[in-house]
């Protein structure tokens, strides 16, 4: 094994073991009868922000040539995570009583358990046919679902940021600069409209290819 596999399959293995731990905090949060999405937030988001944070790695495996994943595309998708995960569940602490916290956690969560099992596999051998179709499957709900929380906790991120004025930076001040976070807010989430709609085709599109190509070589 070539110290390439070596370290991509570490990567991807250890990556699947943070999200399938964070399944189990999540689950053993609402056994608990934590109905309350801040407190959820509360139980799992050191797991969160490491894991999530550590997908950061995936932008310099495909800069690098590690991987074949194009290098804008990769960006985009991770620094749209780590623009939740921080730039408004961490900073803005009123997002983390949003419904839209249980919807992200879900999708994310199921997500990256099947995408990091299936990549590290894919590194040593073929994969399963029914994680293959989960990966190419599952994404039919979590796209819409995983998008919506993201919206939501976006959206009462917003208005915090508004009213407290969190991360914006007002005239007068030494550097002379002004900043207004909840118009950076509000760009991203506007940035959902055009972008979200071709990425969820270009995976319709990858299912038909990629499960008709299992099928054929059943």
């Not at 839209?100 to 990091?116: K, Q």
Request: glycine fraction near 4%; proline fraction near 5%.
């Amino acid at each position: 094994m070539s110290a390439r596999v070596a370290y991509l399959f570490s990567y991807n293995a250890v990556q699947f073991l943070g999200w399938s731990y964070l399944l189990i905090k999540i689950c053993e949060s609402l056994s608990k009868g934590h109905n309350s999405m801040n407190q959820l937030y509360t139980d799992v988001s050191p797991i969160l922000q490491i894991f999530q944070t550590g997908a950061a790695l995936e932008i310099f495996h495909a800069a690098l040539g590690l991987v074949r994943s194009n290098v804008q595309i990769t960006f985009q998708q991770v620094q749209s995570r780590l623009f939740i995960t921080w730039g408004i569940l961490h900073f803005l602490p009123t997002t983390r009583s949003s419904v839209g916290v249980f919807c992200l956690l879900f999708a994310w969560t199921i997500t990256e358990m099947i995408r990091y099992s299936m990549y590290a596999i894919q590194l040593v051998g073929s994969p399963p046919y029914l994680l293959t179709w989960l990966r190419y499957t599952f994404f039919i709900i979590a796209y819409p679902v995983g998008v919506s929380g993201e919206l939501l906790c976006s959206y009462a991120g917003f208005w915090e940021a508004k009213d407290s004025e969190t991360l914006s930076i007002s005239l007068p001040n030494q550097m002379n600069v002004t900043f207004y976070y909840p118009a950076v807010i509000a760009v991203i989430m506007a940035m959902y409209v055009p972008l979200f709609p071709p990425m969820y085709m270009h995976m319709f599109a990858q299912r038909k290819k990629i499960l008709s190509k299992e099928t054929k070589t059943e």
